[in-house]
């Protein structure tokens, strides 16, 4: 626990390897807790406040998403995906709860759907991740249609079965189209 | 291999990273990622690339969030525990001494139904004697009031009888056969009553076999009137049969239920108007 020492020291953020952490969150170490949070709180909080478009509402639903990470850890299976992929699904499954039920239906002001992404992005666009580079050219990468696609059903919750509806097209171009996108994430990133 | 790649190419891989497959595709991907290596890798490939994605737009929480969440996560661990342990035994003993107080509340409460219910069944039956007794005294005071109420009655009949100005009142006195006999009878010759004073007799009792009977002597003829017993607590005024034009009256001893002729040497009182 290297990582520990050097937080202690420096009070830096923690970072362990990935079967690090899942070793330290099985056994309910702290470290586990202070590294999960150091290491995923902003992907997941971008994430929930993509969804959500709550500030409030938004860091209510990440410490949410930790408890129940924290208390179900037992049900993740590493040889199934990766940690993020099962942590992010969780936040998603809960910010989509959330926002789908009735009271927050009932209280929300929120922007125009349309209007969303540009509006976070200049919104919060000192928070972004300073150390991933290339965020516009990324979104210059990404055709709109893929673009489109991907953030309704990665960010707003969408199942490509209501994507198809809301867009008007066929289920099989959904799926090609979120392939699609998906690739070019993978190039760009590589 | 054909099939592998058209698998992949379809994007169920990517659904099923984005957690929108029904459980059953869901487990049906599994088996063919355990299978197939190269699904393994794809699938991975996808869930770096969302994960970049995702970094790519990562947005900090507030600092202060950071001390709320681990603080939470660090009650969430001491919540589990004590559901584990503590809560089980706190809840026993808490039971225990909940069942102890409620077994001695249920003894005391017993034993106060008990004096209490003995108490009531005492005052029950003093109160039963009450009114037994109450009873009785009132039973009595009405049989008095009714026997005063069927004496102030022969008393008024009596006395109306005495006072109507048509009556007259003829007093028999005793023969040889009884000197000291005596009684009174009331004649009316309008409405042709006769009445004796059952209260003002002094006859000798008569026995069982035999009845005194009154007779009328209407120009020298007797006429029956009727028998009556002498009884000591007989009281009022007896109607006997009616007559007419009576000149005298006499009472004789005769077998019970009376004779057709009077047994004149049994003569006890005769009297004339």
Known sequence: MQASTLHQLNKKKITLSETELIHALRQKDKIGAEALYDMYSSSLYGVIYRIVQHEEIAEDLLQETFVKIWNSFHSFDSAKGRLFTW???????????????????NNSKNQDIENTVNFIDEQKSTAINPDILGVKDLVDKLKPDQKSILDLVYFRGFTHVEAAEELGIPLGTVKTRLRMAIITLRKFFN | MEDIQSYIESGILELYVMGDLSPEEKLKVEQMAVQHPEIRTEIASIESGLEHYASAYAVSPSANLRE????????????????????????????????????????????????????????????????????TNNQQFSNRVN?????????????????????????????????????MVAFNPVKEEVMIDMSAMKMPENDTTHQYQLWAMVDGKPVDLGVFDMKTDDSGMKKMKT???????????????????????????????
Do not use: C, W
């Not at chain 1, 998603?92 to 239906?105: C, E, G, Q, T, W």
């Not at chain 2, 106060?112 to 005492?122: E, G, K």
């Open chain 2, 68 to 135: 709320r969440v681990l603080n939470q996560l660090e009650k969430s661990e001491t919540v589990t525990n004590l559901n584990t342990t503590t809560v089980t035994s706190i809840n026993s003993a808490k039971s225990n001494t909940f069942y102890k107080y409620a077994f001695a509340a249920s003894v005391a409460l017993l034993l106060l139904s008990t004096i209490a219910l003995f108490v009531l069944y005492t005052r029950l039956q003093e109160s039963n004697q009450q009114l037994a007794i109450l009873e």
């Open chain 2, 147 to 183: 026997f005063m109420i069927d004496q102030l009655d022969q008393t008024q009949q009596t006395l109306n009888i005495l006072r109507s100005p048509e009556v007259k009142l003829i007093k028999l006195a005793g023969t040889k056969q009884a000197p000291q006999a005596s009684m």
């Open chain 1, 87 to 105: 942590m992010v699904n969780l936040a998603r499954n809960l910010s989509i709860d959330k926002i789908r039920s009735k009271d927050f239906r």
């Open chain 2, 243 to 273: 007559v007419t034009n009576a000149q005298a009256f006499a009472v004789t001893l005769e077998p019970r239920g009376g004779s057709v002729n009077p047994t004149m040497d049994q003569m006890m009182v005769i009297g004339s108007i």
